[in-house]
C-alpha cells in the first residue's frame, strides 16, 4: 500500500466516526463535511391511509351530525305553514299583477339616430411665392 491510499483509508474512517458521533449526540446537523451519497436526505412524512371501515364510521358521524343541524330548521318551518302559504299567495298576486300592467302599456321603440352632417371640407389655395 501506497501513502495515498492508506491516508485515503483513513479519512473514510474519520468521517464514518464524525457520523456516527453526530448520531449518538442527537445533533440535528451532521457534520460539514458530509456530502454526496452519505449526506442524510429529509424524509418525506408518509401518507396516511384509512381503512374503509373507518372512512365509513366517519361519514355516518358526519351524517347524524348534519341530520341534528337540519333538524332545527325543519321545525321551525313546519310549525307555521300558514304563514309561508300566505307569502306564496301574495307573492303570485304581485307577479300577476306586474305582468298585467306591463302587457297594458306596449314599450317605446326609441327613435332612429339622425345621422350626423358631413362638413365640406375647405378649398385648398396655393400659396403664391416669389
Not at 483513513?10 to 464514518?16: F, P
Not at 458530509?34 to 366517519?58: C, D, F, H, M, Y
Amino acid at each position: 500500500m501506497d501513502a495515498q491510499s492508506i491516508i485515503a483509508a483513513l479519512d473514510a474512517e474519520i468521517e464514518a466516526l464524525r457520523q456516527a458521533r453526530a448520531i449518538l449526540s442527537n445533533s440535528d446537523r451532521p457534520s460539514s463535511k458530509v456530502r454526496g451519497r452519505n449526506a442524510a436526505k429529509p424524509q418525506r412524512p408518509t401518507k396516511r391511509v384509512l381503512s374503509p371501515e373507518a372512512r365509513k364510521r366517519i361519514a355516518d358521524a358526519q351524517r347524524k351530525r348534519w341530520a341534528a343541524a337540519r333538524k332545527p330548521k325543519q321545525a321551525a318551518t313546519n310549525g307555521a305553514p300558514a304563514k309561508s302559504a300566505k307569502k306564496a299567495a301574495a307573492t303570485q298576486k304581485g307577479q300577476a299583477a306586474t305582468k298585467s300592467s306591463l302587457s297594458k302599456s306596449p314599450a317605446k321603440k326609441a327613435a332612429p339616430r339622425k345621422a350626423a352632417p358631413v362638413k365640406p371640407e375647405p378649398a385648398k389655395t396655393e400659396s403664391l411665392t416669389s
